[in-house]
């Protein structure tokens, strides 16, 4: 399962870097950003080559960012603490692409400050298909309430923001949220439901709080930086996962 999870987290790097400039995601191979030369399948292989190549790129010595390797790591230990919580059913591969477009979503946000459409709007879609497929997502309803269940969680993942937006801005007459963020939380509510929209905005404010300090201390941030809200809401959705079939704050979450 790790490995499965490395070999995916080495096509979410490509996935990263290409999409936002447009390009395809299949072909070509991969290359040195630097010196344009093929990289080799034994150059390639996830964690183990980064090590070996002390992340250098083996013609040019360039430093090849050391994020390709958090980012294969992180999925090799999601993808098992995915198969740990969830065994082998249905909902594990479910799962599996949610947490991906989560962390594709997440990076390219880092990178250029917009949420993907391209993944968001697909995914919401996505996760109301595959709610009515597949009721074991939320409670073993039947198809037609999982489905319902789904579209509800969508709706108050997109009108939470909505709303919070419209205060924020009556408030402090200022944009609060992007239309990035509406569309990635109805996402998260089509996928599971809207008991979790809340628990994700929970560990996305906790946890987003505690990093930026964080990073305002070790002076990677200043304290009037802009900081991209998709990450954080990403990384909550994924605590808020964990919570399902469990209790949190003393409400059971399915
Ligand atoms: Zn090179």
Avoid at 36 to 63: A, M, Q, T
Avoid at 158 to 165: D, N
């Amino acid at each position: 399962m790790v490995i499965l999870g490395l070999v995916f987290g080495s096509f979410v790097n490509v996935v990263i870097y290409r999409l936002p400039k447009g390009k395809s995601i299949v072909s070509p191979g991969s290359r040195c950003p630097r010196c344009d030369k093929d990289i080799s399948w034994y150059d390639n292989i996830p964690l183990v080559s980064f090590l070996l190549l002390k992340g250098r790129c083996r013609y040019c010595k360039v430093k090849i960012s050391s994020r390709y390797f958090v980012v294969e790591l992180i999925t090799g230990l999601i993808f098992l603490a995915l198969y740990m919580k969830f065994g082998l059913t249905a909902n594990l591969p479910i799962y599996i692409l949610f947490f991906l477009s989560l962390l594709i979503m997440s990076f390219i946000d880092i990178d250029t400050y917009l949420i993907s459409d391209v993944i968001v709007l697909p995914g919401i879609v996505l996760g109301v298909i595959l709610s009515s497929a597949f009721p074991g997502m939320h409670y073993n309803l039947t198809k037609m309430g999982s489905f319902i269940y789904s579209i509800v969680g969508m709706l108050v993942g997109g009108g939470i923001l909505v709303f919070l937006a419209i205060i924020g801005k009556l408030l402090f007459k200022k944009e609060a949220m992007g239309g990035g963020d509406i569309k990635l939380l109805a996402m998260i509510g089509a996928f599971l439901g809207w008991k979790c929209v809340f628990i994700s905005i929970f560990f996305a404010s906790l946890l987003g709080t505690v990093i930026s300090f964080i990073l305002i201390g070790l002076k990677k941030k200043k304290i009037d930086d802009y900081v991209p809200f998709g990450p954080y809401l990403g990384l909550g959705a994924v605590v808020s996962l964990f919570y399902k079939g469990m209790y949190f704050l003393g409400f059971f979450i399915n």
